[in-house]
Nanobody, 117 residues
Framework: QVQLVESGGGLVQPGGSLRLSCSAS????????MKWYRQTPGKERELVAT????????TYLDAVKGRFTIYRDDVKNTLYLQINKLKYEDTAVYYC??????????WGQGTQVTVSS
């Protein structure tokens, strides 16, 4: 059974940092491209960052380039998102995601990040 469990969200002041984690199980984590999305109320989920298998190729939403870093630990089957220099507009629920070989999409339950002074 595929499971994606995010953690690490919280309340942080502008300029602060957080590290989000996504613990994966039930599939070949090391074989798949993994992604982080975020969503705010009333808006569609937006793709924030992508990391391909092996971890050598990453891409980012323009709004987060230079502040967010996606990386993975294929031994621990865990995906990470290091978020620095947080801005008010980063407030959202963050989700990890992958698509299996049958094009089925999987999501975690999400972790809330709130940036507030």
């Amino acid at each position: 059974q595929v499971q994606l469990v995010e953690s690490g969200g919280g309340l942080v002041q502008p300029g602060g940092s957080l590290r989000l984690s996504c613990s994966a199980s039930g599939f070949g984590f090391n074989l798949h491209t993994m992604k982080w999305y975020r969503q705010t109320p009333g808006k569609e989920r937006e793709l924030v960052a992508t990391i391909k298998r092996g971890g050598t190729s990453t891409t980012y939403l323009d709004a987060v380039k230079g502040r967010f870093t996606i990386y993975r630990d294929d031994v621990k089957n865990t995906l990470y998102l290091q978020i620095n220099k947080l801005k008010y507009e980063d407030t959202a629920v963050y989700y990890c995601n992958f698509v299996d070989w049958n094009s089925r999409e999987y999501w975690g339950q999400g972790t809330q990040v709130t940036v507030s002074s």
